[in-house]
């Protein structure tokens, strides 16, 4: 059984930083690509950043800005995965997720949440003005 475990989550004021964590456990996993996602109240969940896992290669939204304020890194040894958030804004007020691409399309569809075939329970992160 594979389990994601995110940490880090909290509350903020803008301009502020916060870095969350998401840690791999249980079998072994081999992912081709892992990612943040998050979901505000009301709304659909949107991709934030993926990371290759074997080559570190990244990418980011277009759509919601954080490209340039968040930077998502991971660390092999310790199945550790990051994201940095800088700058924060009170639109980045949301419950953040992680996710494990292992399917041999996972990283052809990096964007999309089906992609992704495990997740973490979510941390909450709130920026107020």
């Known amino acids: 059984q594979v389990q994601l475990v995110e940490s880090g989550g909290g509350s903020v004021q803008a301009g502020g930083s916060l870095r969350l964590s998401c840690a791999v456990s249980?079998?072994?996993?081999?992912?081709?690509?892992m990612a943040w996602f998050r979901q505000a109240p009301g709304r659909e969940r949107e991709f934030v950043a993926a990371?290759?896992?074997?080559?570190?290669?990244?990418?980011?939204s277009n759509a919601n800005s954080v490209k340039g304020r968040f930077t998502i890194s991971r660390d092999n040894g310790q199945n550790t995965m990051y994201l940095q958030m800088d700058s924060l804004q009170p639109q980045d007020t949301a419950t953040y997720y992680c996710?494990?691409?292992?399917?041999?399309?996972?990283?052809?569809?990096?964007?999309?949440?089906?992609?992704?075939?495990?997740w973490g329970q979510g941390t909450q992160v709130t920026v107020s003005s």
């Open positions: 249980g079998r072994t996993l081999r992912p081709y690509i």
């Open positions: 996710a494990a691409g292992s399917r041999s399309d996972s990283y052809a569809y990096k964007y999309e949440t089906s992609a992704y075939d495990y």
């Open positions: 990371i290759r896992w074997g080559s570190g290669d990244t990418y980011y």
